[in-house]
């Protein structure tokens, strides 16, 4: 997606999967507790930024991961998902727009 849009590329991965030093957000999900990574220099201030993956399902890691690029002093601008398991509620706790590919209800 980034080369198509020729935009940049910003992975938020679990902990220790990057090299460099991180900013971090701690989230719970339903079996427990985790984290999501970012690099500190990864975001300018004022970027304006898409979040993709590829499932949205109780929106744990999706609303970590808006937290955390909000707190680099970037704007999330939308959300796009290839699934979303609707029934499982996560939209709801997404602050910014959500796109979907499949929706299953």
Same mark, same amino acid.
């Given at each position: 997606?980034?080369?198509?849009?020729?935009? @940049?590329?910003? *992975?938020?991965?679990? *902990? @220790?999967?990057? *090299? !460099? +030093?991180?900013?971090?957000?701690?989230?719970?999900?339903?079996? @427990? #507790?985790?984290?999501? !990574?970012?690099? $500190?220099?990864?975001?300018?201030?004022?970027?304006? $930024?898409? /979040?993709?993956?590829?499932?949205?399902?109780? @929106?744990?890691?999706?609303?970590?991961?808006?937290?955390? /690029?909000?707190?680099?002093?970037?704007? #999330? $601008?939308?959300?796009?998902? $290839?699934?979303?398991? +609707?029934?499982?509620?996560?939209?709801?706790?997404?602050?910014? *727009? +959500? !796109?979907?590919? /499949? #929706? /299953?209800?």
């Amino acid at each position: 997606v980034a080369v198509l849009l020729d935009a @940049g590329f910003i *992975p938020l991965r679990k *902990p @220790g999967k990057l *090299p !460099h +030093a991180t900013l971090s957000v701690s989230y719970e999900l339903e079996y @427990g #507790v985790n984290e999501l !990574h970012m690099h $500190v220099d990864a975001l300018d201030e004022n970027a304006r $930024v898409l /979040i993709v993956d590829d499932v949205l399902a109780t @929106g744990g890691t999706a609303s970590a991961a808006e937290q955390l /690029i909000a707190e680099a002093g970037a704007t #999330v $601008v939308a959300s796009t998902y $290839v699934l979303e398991l +609707a029934f499982l509620g996560g939209r709801a706790r997404l602050v910014n *727009p +959500a !796109h979907s590919l /499949i #929706v /299953i209800d």
